[in-house]
């Protein structure tokens, strides 16, 4: 009797967090496939999926910031690695004196609220017409993005034994091959994650891009915001799927790695 | 040796040029503006002009993020603590399973979920509703405030669960079972032999969602459209609506202040627990 008791006491908490967890997410989902809910209606009217051939058909504003978006994703990660790879290489590997201080200068956009920082660089990219360009929100995204990418690169090449590449050149490979055959390789895993971490951030960025992107970039997070406000809250629903499709993918891939014995070393 | 040291710098150097050009630039471009009259005079007016106008929603927002972070931290500190000492293997795998989810999803869609989550006609009251708890016509919604101290910790909570419960993993379990042994509860155990010893970790977890709840502008936009709202929102208004960078920089200013004081209590705990060992 006592052990029924406890598991119904159990059983609600869990369920009660399961529906504050999944409530939102299904009423998202609800929308996504709704075609007339209005009040007081507790569930859709009319189901169906005539709103995802509007997203999805090639003339589309979702289709057309859905490729944006990818676009200024790739530019992102490929500035940031680039910036990336060489400071992470000499701060992994303690080449540079105030490595401690770079490293906290490093972290720096991560820890100011940054709305007010955002309005400022599209004031300045204003007066130089970086503002309403691809590139300038490719810009606003690595600077964000480059903290990840820094920190994870510079631990990944500090976690590259120097023995291996010793070992290289012993054998007579030059520097520049032995960095590309020996050190890249075994450092890429961290790097990869670092490529991924970086990509997703800059696929679900809204605050930069809501400044900067203005008038004439529309990511995706801004579309479906404007779609939000308008009150099409089918077309927003489906956006923001969109949207979540790459975070779970990731989480379902990291599941494996975030396990608390692996977050204990950090902490 | 020097030629080293000036090849690896010149490795560094672009990154942190970057870095230079657009955080730590435009950080005292915002500053300086911040004191600055539209003629560039050295002027407080916009600060004057801050207070009259947004002194309410200054305010509200250290009221929102205050109440958010403290409500992360205990439901944080719950969930680490049923992880760690839950007696059933099979409702620690469901809560593990479950807290996780919202870690992973961005700040924007969690702001339209909660945006019609949240609504009158949301999945909230009409679930609330039909289980007969209240009658939802009489109900208003939560999108105000309340729907952004609950959006806020429905985001916030894992990451700093996530972080506490590494932590409390990593702990000697012989206290624990010290103390069970001689009759603690688990909430004793959790309050007041686990939490001590993972306070610093705890401590880095809130200052960073604060920090990040401060950042967030999609949140208050999309919650609380028309009514009392946060700086952040504010800031945005007073850019698209009057090109009035001065106030908004002024804002912006008290939101590094905000943050600066949340950093600063966190700072001053760890000078203080450095004293007493």
């Keep these: 009797m006592k052990a029924a008791l406890g598991w119904l006491w159990r059983g609600s908490v869990l369920g009660v967090l399961a529906f504050a967890i999944f409530g939102p997410l299904a009423n998202l989902l609800l929308w996504a496939v709704a075609i007339q809910w209005y ?46 790879v060489p400071a992470g290489y000499a701060l992994g590997r303690r080449l540079v004196p105030g490595r401690g201080l770079l490293m906290l200068i490093m972290l720096l956009p991560q820890a100011f609220p940054s709305v007010a920082i955002y309005l400022n660089i599209a004031r300045l990219f204003y007066m130089v017409g970086l503002n309403g360009t691809i590139a300038g929100v490719v810009l606003v995204h690595a600077v964000h993005g480059l903290v990840i990418a820094v ?55 809204f605050t930069g891009t809501y400044f900067v992107g203005v008038p004439d970039v529309t990511t995706l997070p801004l579309m479906m915001f404007n779609a939000s406000l308008a009150g099409n809250y089918q077309i927003a629903a489906i956006t923001a799927l969109i949207l979540l499709v790459p975070s779970i993918a990731f989480m379902l891939l990291v599941e494996r790695f975030l396990n608390t014995e692996m977050l204990a070393k950090i902490g | 040796m020097a030629q080293r040291r000036t090849i690896a710098l010149l490795l560094v150097a672009p990154a942190l040029a970057m870095v230079l050009a657009l955080f730590v630039y435009p950080l005292g471009y915002s500053l300086v503006s911040a004191f600055t009259a539209k003629d560039g005079q050295p002027t407080f007016a916009n600060f004057t002009k801050t207070f009259d106008l947004y002194g309410t929603d200054i305010v509200f927002t250290v009221v929102i993020v205050a109440i958010s972070t403290a409500l992360s931290g205990v439901l944080a500190a719950a969930i680490g603590g049923y992880l760690v000492l ?57 999108l105000d405030w309340r729907g952004i101290i609950v959006t806020f910790v429905w985001k916030e909570t894992p990451f700093v669960a996530l972080l506490v419960s590494g932590a409390l993993a990593s702990l000697d379990r ?104």
């Design chain 1, 39 to 84: 009040f007081p209606y507790k569930l859709p009217l009319t189901y169906g999926f005539r709103y995802w051939g509007e997203v999805f058909k090639p003339t589309s504003d979702a289709f057309a910031s859905l490729a944006t978006s990818i676009v200024i994703a790739v530019f992102t990660v490929a500035v940031c690695l680039l910036l990336a």
């Design chain 2, 174 to 277: 012989a206290a624990i079972e010290a103390a069970r042994n001689l009759g603690a509860g688990g909430l004793r155990i959790l309050v007041e032999i686990l939490l001590p010893q993972v306070a610093g970790v705890m401590a880095v977890g809130l200052v960073l969602a604060f920090v990040t709840m401060l950042s967030v502008l999609s949140v208050p936009l999309m919650i609380s459209g028309g009514s009392r709202t946060m700086i952040t929102a504010d800031m945005a208004f007073r850019v698209n609506s009057y090109s009035d960078y001065g106030v908004a920089n002024a804002l912006g200013f008290v939101s590094y202040l905000i943050a600066g004081s949340a950093a600063w209590l966190y700072l001053r705990r760890i000078v203080a627990s450095e004293a007493t060992r």
């Design chain 2, 86 to 142: 839950g007696a059933h293997p099979a409702a620690v795998a469901m809560l593990k399973w479950l807290y996780r989810w919202p870690l992973f999803i961005p700040f924007i869609v969690a702001a339209q979920c909660m945006r019609t989550f949240l609504a009158k006609n949301g999945m909230l009251n009409n679930t609330l509703d039909a289980l007969g708890l209240v009658n939802a016509a009489s109900l208003s919604g939560l």
């Design chain 1, 151 to 205: 920190w994870i690169a510079a631990a990944a090449f500090a976690a590259v034994d120097v023995e291996l590449e010793l070992a290289a050149r012993n054998m007579g490979a030059t520097g520049l091959r032995t960095a590309l055959t020996v050190t890249l390789p075994l450092a890429a895993p961290g790097l990869i994650a670092a490529a991924i971490f970086v990509f997703l951030e800059s696929l679900d960025e």
